[in-house]
């Protein structure tokens, strides 16, 4: 049973930053792709960033165009965790934050294309 736990969530004031954890279990880690999304209150759950299986594309990243320049994602295998690290933050990225896995190692930003997804973490930035 695949189970994806986030954590790192929590209050900051804009321009701080944060770092997200997904730690999971259940499978090999390494061979599926990771995202993260976010939903905020009101709004569709939307893509942030990805990131494929290293075995199969050396790790290959996208992002959101809201999140690039300020936000990386980032995988340890032997940890089993996916991590993004938010920078520069802003009060219009406050959501709750959820990690997602696929079942092969490419990179997806539709929520469809993700099979399993954690309890999310919430994200609020301050002005």
């Known amino acids: 049973q695949v189970q994806l736990v986030e954590s790192g969530g929590g209050l900051v004031q804009a321009g701080g930053s944060l770092r997200l954890s997904c730690a999971a279990s259940g499978r090999t880690f390494s061979r599926y792709a990771m995202g993260w999304f976010r939903q905020a209150p009101g709004k569709e759950r939307e893509f942030v960033a990805a990131i494929a299986a290293i075995v199969w594309s050396g790790a290959i990243t996208r992002y959101a165009d809201s999140a690039k320049g300020r936000f990386t994602i980032s995988r340890d295998n032997a940890k089993n965790t996916v991590y993004l690290q938010m920078n520069s933050l802003k009060p219009e990225d406050t959501a709750v934050y959820y990690c997602?896995?696929?079942?092969?190692?490419?990179?997806?930003?539709?929520?469809?294309?993700?099979?399993?997804w954690g309890q999310g973490t919430q994200v609020t930035v301050s002005s």
């Open positions: 997602a896995s696929r079942n092969n190692g490419y990179t997806a930003t539709e929520r469809s294309e993700y099979s399993y």
